[in-house]
């Protein structure tokens, strides 16, 4: 990874969001949700030591179930881990949510290797932690549809797994849009991650039954509820072993 990425520019991920970046910093009213992140983080090793897969694009069946804030917790876990150089990918171009967690960098991203063959050193950046890289989602006025339908994703990504240990893709929400098929197709694995108490079951089931049961890593259960004393998230983590 160090020799390709020798010139990536540096960014200071922010710290003023106590919630997101659990992993990070020492909340002792958010450690059962640190502990649920490194128990996923433990059985996903596990399965990646015995296929080898280097890629794992997340989703959900709508807005609002907490991948992103998965993703983020998760590769940060993935990035403690000696030698193990991680990369998030924001794919979900029309929401941005990954980038803005991430302070939204001025510089290129995804969109802007998809359309304009822009270099992948100039658009990955390192963050402040170590072994932890970010691909923000960049700026495109395209169908981001049809900028996934294009060889340069699938191009992308094989540069990518071969790059890093691990390559977490922020896909769109699986259902009504075509962008999740489409990104899913050039990644290994897919991980599928559920609200309490929002996600319907209706809706999970439909997902699940798009996804290549070959790639299937498992659900990630993701139960929040606030308490009125200090107003944070419990989680669950469940990862198909």
């Keep these: 990874t160090a020799g390709r990425l020798e010139n990536c520019c540096s960014i200071r991920l922010p710290r003023t ?3 997101s970046f659990l992993v990070s910093q020492y909340n002792p009213a958010m450690q059962a949700a640190v502990e649920a992140y490194r128990t996923l983080r433990t059985r996903l090793v596990k399965q990646q030591t ?3 897969a ?27 881990i000696e030698n193990w ?7 979900d171009l029309r929401t941005r949510g990954l980038s803005i967690l991430a302070g939204d960098p001025e510089s290129p991203g995804l969109a802007e290797i998809l359309e304009n063959d822009c270099s992948y050193q100039s658009a990955v950046l390192r963050t402040d932690i170590p072994g ?10 395209s169908s981001p549809s049809e900028l996934f339908s294009g060889q ?7 540069w990518a797994a071969e790059s890093f ?15 999740f098929e489409l990104i899913a197709a050039s990644c ?20 699940l039954a798009q996804v290549d049961p070959r790639k299937m890593t498992g659900v990630v259960f993701n139960a929040s509820e606030e308490t009125p004393e200090n107003g944070y998230y419990r989680y669950t983590a469940v990862a198909k072993a």
């Design 17 to 19: 969001e106590e919630r």
């Design 50 to 52: 015995r296929n080898g």
């Design 54 to 80: 280097r890629s794992l694009v997340v989703t959900s069946s709508a807005q609002g179930e907490g991948k992103t804030l998965t993703i983020f917790n998760l590769a940060i876990c993935y990035a403690k």
């Design 85 to 91: 150089p991680v990369l998030m990918v924001d794919a």
């Design 132 to 141: 932890l890289h970010i691909l923000p989602a960049g700026e495109t006025t």
């Design 152 to 158: 340069r994703w699938k191009e992308f990504m094989g």
């Design 165 to 179: 240990r691990l390559v977490l893709v922020d896909s769109p929400p699986a259902l009504n849009l075509a962008d």
């Design 188 to 207: 290994e694995s897919v991980m599928i991650v559920a609200r309490a108490r929002k996600t319907a079951r209706e809706s999970l089931t439909k997902v």
